[in-house]
């Protein structure tokens, strides 16, 4: 998954993971800590 890098380093890339806009602080807090998992 070449996603991951992008994902991970670039708030859009969280929101199509999540499915959820990126602009909203309460999926971004559980995101930040999944994403260091993917890392």
Do not use: I
């Given at each position: 998954m070449a996603n991951t890098d992008?994902?991970?380093t670039t708030q859009?890339?969280?929101?199509k993971?999540?499915?959820l806009?990126?602009?909203l602080p309460?999926?971004?807090k559980p995101?930040?800590?999944n994403s260091?998992?993917?890392k």
């Open positions: 992008e994902f991970k859009k890339g969280r929101s993971y999540m499915g806009p990126f602009h309460l999926p971004l995101v930040k800590p260091m998992r993917f």
